[in-house]
């Protein structure tokens, strides 16, 4: 018999403080904790490789959660908080394109990324309704945010050290209220990915 208890590792529980992060910024209606599980999605996969514990069921895990953390959890977010039906439309949009992005990338075997990462993408979408909170402007970043992520755009995968403490620093901000660094950072990674695109 399945014993999932036999299988699952370290690695999967930073997973699943994921999927829990997730799951509170919906019930919550808090756009922090969308932040918190970016980083525990950028942790998982780190203890993963130190402990020598990735394997097929992680990966599976960690796209479950990436689902409801960055796709439905943003999606939400961007309607409650504006509740039209440009935001209703735009929030079902910008969810099944995560829902795309995500599993694309788990059937291909490329270096780097197709389409702009979906946590970049729930990072995109919440930063922006924090600061901006236009309900037509916001839904209309959420719709191109989510093209993005479907688009055939080269990024790359793992950015130099002093990005990812830039990063990590920018999350621990934006969980406190100041979202504007986290913003800054994601637009920076997502115009880059889009200049490489059309300068090829």
């Avoid at 969810?95 to 059937?107: D, E, P, Q, T, V």
């Amino acid at each position: 018999m399945f014993n999932i208890r036999k299988i699952l590792t370290v690695s999967d529980y930073v997973t699943m403080l994921n999927i829990i992060s997730g799951l509170l910024a919906i019930f919550l209606n808090s756009f922090s904790f969308v932040y918190l599980a970016v980083i525990f999605d950028s942790l998982d996969g780190y203890v993963a490789r130190k402990t020598n514990t990735v394997s097929d069921f992680g990966a599976e895990l960690d796209s479950i959660s990436d689902v409801v953390s960055f796709g439905v959890a943003p999606a939400y977010l961007l309607y409650t908080n504006f509740e039209s039906t440009l935001s209703l439309i735009s929030a079902i949009i910008f969810c099944l394109c995560g829902a795309l992005r995500l599993a694309r990338f788990g059937i291909l075997n490329v270096k780097g990324f197709i389409g702009l990462p979906i946590p970049a993408g729930a990072l995109l979408v919440v930063s922006f309704c924090q600061l901006i909170n236009n309900k037509m402007i916001d839904s209309i970043f959420a719709i191109f945010v989510g093209l993005l992520m479907i688009s055939d755009v080269k990024y790359p995968k793992y950015p130099k050290k002093i990005f990812i403490y830039m990063f990590a620093i920018s999350l621990i901000l934006a969980m406190f209220g100041i979202p504007h660094f986290a913003l800054l950072l994601c637009l920076i990674y997502a115009i880059y990915g889009l200049i490489k695109h059309f300068n090829r």
